[in-house]
């Protein structure tokens, strides 16, 4: 059973300052998604990293795929209070395209 | 809107009944996943779906639960005798293709027994 673990579980900032999240498996994973979700609405995606190493940018927002494609990272920098919201790693193996979630990292970002 | 549609947003129901849950993926896609988000818990994946063909349904409970994408109309996840650990939400997504392709959520139906 292919794990994705987050860290930090939880993550309350104020505005302005910047943030790591980390997403890590033992496992390899053809792609990663990382997703943000709003109360009571779906995940909406933010980005997807496919090759080992790659970093794209989003504005703020920093996502690096490792280079063995078993972990992923998320920095927002000079963070927002319209950031807050739990953000999720997801992994696709590629074989069945179905996506492994992460537990999770709520952020709340506070003026 | 083009993005995935579920529907109902919200669905109660009484132990023993049936609940059918509905969703339209984006236009073009022809994959459809459903998901299942536990209080408290991340996204399990439940099936994944093409067009008139279930191509894993690893993630599905053994008994009371069945998934269907017809060649016309939504794809539909129901829920047979239903018991108060079905509450949940379920959220459906759809991708232009397997493989890389990023899948996008619906708004999800948020499932509660009474």
């Known amino acids: 059973t292919q794990l994705l673990e987050q860290s930090p579980q939880f993550l309350s900032i104020q505005e302005g300052e910047n943030l790591t999240v980390y997403c890590n498996s033992s496992s390899v994973f053809s792609s990663l998604q990382w997703y943000r979700q709003e109360p009571g609405e779906g995940p909406v995606l933010l980005v997807t990293?496919?090759?080992?190493?790659e970093v794209k940018k989003l504005k703020r927002l920093t996502f690096q795929f490792g280079d063995a494609r078993k972990d992923s990272s998320l920095h927002i920098t000079a963070a927002q209070t319209g950031d807050t919201g739990l953000y999720l790693c997801a992994g696709d193996t590629g074989t069945a395209s179905k996506l492994t979630f992460g537990t999770g990292t709520r952020l709340q970002v506070t003026l | 809107n083009a993005g995935v549609m579920q529907n109902p947003r919200h669905l109660v129901r009484r132990r023993g009944q049936e609940a059918r849950l509905r969703c339209s993926p984006m236009?073009?896609?022809?994959?459809v996943y459903w998901y299942r988000q536990l209080p408290e818990e991340g996204l399990k994946f439940m099936v994944y779906l093409q067009k008139e063909n279930i191509i894993d349904e690893s993630g599905m409970p053994k008994e009371r639960f069945s998934a269907e994408f017809p060649k016309e109309g939504p794809s539909i996840l129901r829920i047979q005798q239903v018991v108060r650990g079905d509450s949940a939400a379920y959220f459906c997504?759809?991708?232009?293709?397997?493989?890389?392709?990023?899948?996008?959520f619906g708004d999800g139906t948020r499932l509660s027994i009474l």
């Open positions: 236009k073009g896609h022809s994959h």
């Open positions: 990293v496919v090759t080992g190493g």
């Open positions: 997504a759809s991708s232009l293709n397997q493989g890389n392709q990023p899948q996008h």
